[in-house]
């Protein structure tokens, strides 16, 4: 076993009605993605407050992606909008802070595209590898 | 399809009309005046960029019988603009050919108190570079 | 502190193939608040539920954690074993350690390694959920349906036919809407009226239906069931109750040369008047604007000659508050107006006319009393022309026309053509179209014996320009098939214009908070699945308020409109989702940003009394979530400036408690 390997750690935050079935469904198609990606179910991209994104850097995290439903999709009528209006602002502040854009992310995955969501988790997991490990905002009191 | 497609990109971009929202429902032709001179009808040249078969439409004369009135731009339902695609055919020809074939020295000679000022620019727009 | 039970589900081997199930119970032993843990095959079979809720009286457990299937398969069926076990059903978690764990991943000690992760993030939510109790509110078993077509009869007599009351608000003085104008209907060519009028009929002799007709709503307050509505009944100047229709005083009434609405002004009516022989109620109405009494208080030939004596020069608007429990909008469509497409001459020339005038010269009960006559001059027209999408599919004239395509105008143009050759087989007629879109039952059949048996002329162009010239009209249009521009002397040109949202739907999607698209048509909940349903609770949609669609569509989608809301009023209480948002009044301070982002407008003000710390009592503006209207998105969270608005059962300390146990 490779002790010393070099695992990001990626939070997904999926909206109920699409990506997170969008995830449900890349796992009955048995699509692999990493394991560094740890999914939380919020009803809609919205609910996403950008506490919990910065929460997650502070924590440690080394990328953060938010799944929604398609634009004009959203179960709740306009909340993918907000979501992507909200994290255009906060990825361009993070980015500032040094926390490159590369490692936030949105992306609209609906609840037929399994593959897609496999293929982004991929994706993203692999960016943020290649990155390496977040120091910015995190906040070594938080380790234990 | 695209047999030229290098030149099709060009027209497109010197146009800067979209030929692609055409809904081939000939209204451009239907509206225009100069029809039965021409030997490609308006939206003959829209479907003929498209498909990217421009040669013909280069050595036709229908280039220099378009009125540029802009009839067909006004009444196009899906604003694809078939007097400008007409336009940058014309003037991919004339790039083609060298010099002007009209200059400002010109029109002196030609012009009276009648001559609408539309035709005049109309005419540089025809043929010069 | 919660006492939680933690149940790992081996899936048979379908989360233990690549989850070391032991190895998590083991693990999640150990987290802060967990009492017991334990794992077991098949924890949704019987046997499995029945350990959870022996689990729960044996360890007095007051949260659960299953770690076990994606939560949209069974965590129903969780909370009922909760709820069987006396817990509240929201004192369960699911952490879903098959679909995006075991299903994925192939490696034994990664898969165990992130199951544990997962179940770690469910416990630390767990331990701060909250028992959640669904609100329950009353129905008011009475329905609304605003606007009196077609759509809206069908509607009304849906519900009323299941035994609920219904009220009918249309804005003319008489229901029947745009159907009552045609003449006959595709593709069976039967009459319009000879369908519609015992309709109306119904509508008037139901005793559950209110017929509120000359009215318009004007406010709409409360939520699903619940709704309060204001209703303006415009002053007619005739008592309802009391006219009898006869059609005396229209006969007598000196005023007539106001042109007539509902022959689209084609001919004339008087100041007072009927608007045709079936109007349902059959009531006169008095134009205000017309009428010389009310003017400058000179006539009154009408109450003279009124034997009843309906007539009341001092009526006044009447405003009527009423409560329901649903409303269904069916406010319909009219015709674009073509005074911009300047090349068609539909201000310049009589004989160029919209469709819908088109059936008004046809129907017997029109102006000229089913004569197919040019409007000019009256005399018979030989060459006809039809003009398909005229402002339809409009992509660049948007201050012209629609980008959308207007759906009925292919067919009624067959109907109008093949009838015009068959009454008057020595006319041509010729249809201009850029496709024939034909997808329904007996539809194609229909436009094809148009084509094949009665010998009208579709030629694939468009007309660029109609000139009129003498008594006729110079078309010049192109045929793409035979590559030739056409010159053809019409006596009449027919436009089928576009249909657009009526006009008074934009105000009233306001009042209701329903969404509306760019083109003001009605948004749908699901566009495929909940296609009659507003996505604000209690509001539903039936006819051409939703998109453009002929009858049969109209008809049917009226009638699930009304199933939907037979099935919201025969309930009596909504139980509603209790994953709601909420405001924390001493922090909220009433900035209007959540009330501004909320799609369901669930939010709303209250001036509220506060004690502040030196004993005075200050009056501040907070915000009030209406359980019975949130769906519970939390757009508002997150607009919340102070953090005083939180979501129940997804609230901002779970959702961070889950952060921290994925991250540490």
Known sequence: MQVNEYKPLIVAFCCNWCSYAGADLAGNNRLAYPADVKIIRVPCSCRVNPMFILRAFQRGADGVIICGCHPGDCHYTSGNYYTRRRMAALFSMLDYLGIEKERTRVEWVSAAEGAKFAATMNDFAKTVASLGENKRLEDLRCKK | MHNNKYLRDEIIRISGADVSKCMRCGK????????????????????????????????????????????????????????????????????????NHITADDIPAVVDADTPQQLLVSAFRKYTK | MQRVGVFVCWCGSNIAGTVDVEAVSEALKSEPGVVFSTNYQYMCSQAGQDMIKDAVKEHNLTGIVVCSCSPRMHEATF?????????????????????????????????????????????????????????????????????????????????????????????????????????????????????????????????????????????????????????????????????????????????????????????????????????????????????????????????????????????KDE??????????????????????FDEFAYNQSKDVITS????????????????????????????????????????????????????????????????????????????????????????????RRAVEEYGVKYVKGMVGKVTPEGDKLKVQASDLIANKQLHIDADLVVLAAAIEPDKSARPLATMLTASMDTNDFFTEAHPKLRPVESPTAGVFLSGACQGPKDIPETVSQAGAAASKVIGLLAKDKLTGNPCVANSNELMCNGCSSCANVCPYGAISYEDKEFRMPDRTTKVRRVAVVNPAVCQGCGACTVACPSGAMDLKGFANSQIMAEVDAICK
């Open chain 3, 79 to 315: 909370r009922k074993t909760a709820a069987a076990a006396g817990l509240n059903p929201y004192m369960v978690e699911i952490a879903n350690i098959r679909e995006q764990c075991s299903w994925v991943h192939k490696d034994v000690l990664t898969g165990t390694e992130k199951a544990i992760i997962l179940g770690k993030a469910a416990v630390a939510k767990v331990n701060l959920n909250t028992p959640l109790i669904p609100g329950e509110s009353p129905v008011t078993k009475r329905a609304l349906v605003i606007g009196g077509g077609i759509a809206g009869i069908q509607t009304a007599l849906d519900i009323a036919d299941a035994g609920f009351e219904v009220d009918i608000v249309e804005k003319k003085p008489t229901i029947g809407g745009k159907m009552a104008q045609l003449d006959k209907t595709f593709p069976t060519l039967d009459c319009a009226a000879c369908i519609l009028t015992p309709k109306m009929v119904d509508v008037a002799q139901n005793e559950k239906i209110r017929i509120f007709s000359y009215s318009e709503v004007t406010e709409v307050q409360g939520f699903v069931g619940n709704f309060d509505v204001t209703i303006k009944k415009n002053a007619r100047y005739v008592k309802e109750e009391i006219c009898t229709g006869c059609g005396a005083c229209v006969e007598k009434c000196p005023m007539k040369k106001i042109p007539n609405e509902f022959n689209l002004g084609m001919d004339n009516r008087s100041a007072i008047y009927i608007p045709f022989a079936q109007a349902v109620p059959k009531v006169a109405t008095i134009d205000p604007n017309a009428c010389n009494m009310l003017k400058n208080g000179k006539c009154g030939v009408c109450s003279k000659v009124c034997a009843a004596g309906a007539i009341d020069y001092t009526q």
């Open chain 3, 356 to 447: 819908l005038e088109f059936e008004r010269l046809t129907n017997a009960a029109g102006p000229s009393a089913g004569k197919l006559v040019r409007p000019s001059d009256g005399k018979h027209p030989h060459t006809i022309v039809f003009v398909q999408c005229v402002g339809s599919r409009c992509e660049s004239c948007a201050e012209k026309g629609k980008e959308y395509c207007s759906k009925i105008c292919c067919m009624y143009t067959a109907k109008h053509a093949m009838l015009t050759r068959d009454k008057y087989p020595d006319t041509e007629v010729y249809v201009f179209y850029i496709d024939v879109r034909t997808p329904g039952k007996n539809f194609d059949e229909f436009y």
């Open chain 2, 28 to 99: 451009c032709s239907a509206t225009c005046p100069a029809y039965d001179e021409m030997e490609y009808h308006p939206h003959q040249f829209v479907n003929m960029v498209e498909c990217g078969d421009i040669e013909p439409l280069l050595n036709s004369e229908s280039l220099y019988k378009c009125l540029s009135c802009f009839a067909c731009i006004d009444r196009c339902p899906r604003g694809v603009q078939p007097a400008k695609v007409v336009e940058a055919v014309r003037l991919t020809a004339i790039r083609k050919q060298g010099a």
């Open chain 3, 319 to 340: 405003y009527i508050n009423e409560k329901y429990g649903a409303i269904v909008v069916a406010t319909g469509f009219n015709p674009i107006s073509m005074d911009k």
